[in-house]
């Protein structure tokens, strides 16, 4: 059964970047596409970015493209989620997901991710 671990979130200003890790080393982690999504408090869970397993197609929410880049290293087992030019509204919990098979739905739909990790925090603010 794969486990996922993320880290590097923290406390960044506006205009800054993080870059968030999902690892999940296993033999089965080829076979699994990533999602990323995020829970702001007070707010429904949602899809921020996916990468299919092949690492071929990524896919972003409209809010987070051309700051956010989704990618993988599937030697390394673990898949980025690198944000620039963070907005206070990124504030929330980031979870990674997987998917077994080889396709993103969107930017990710919860119902359809079986394993997810214990998610890390994210505050942008002054």
């Known amino acids: 059964q794969l486990q996922l671990v993320e880290s590097g979130g923290g406390l960044v200003q506006p205009g800054g970047s993080l870059r968030l890790s999902c690892a999940g080393p296993g033999v089965s982690w080829p076979f699994y596409s990533i999602g990323w999504f995020r829970q702001a408090p007070g707010k429904e869970r949602e899809g921020v970015s996916c990468i299919t397993s092949p690492g071929v197609i990524t896919n972003y929410v409209d809010s987070v493209k051309g700051r956010f880049t989704i990618s993988r290293d599937n030697a390394e087992s673990t898949v980025y989620l690198q944000m620039n030019s963070l907005k206070p509204e990124d504030t929330a919990v980031y979870y990674c997901?997987?998917?077994?098979?080889?396709?993103?739905?969107?930017?990710?739909?919860?119902?359809?991710?079986?394993?997810w990790g214990q998610g890390t925090q994210v505050t942008v603010s002054s």
């Open positions: 997901a997987g998917l077994w098979g080889d396709y993103c739905s969107g930017a990710g739909t919860i119902d359809e991710y079986s394993v």
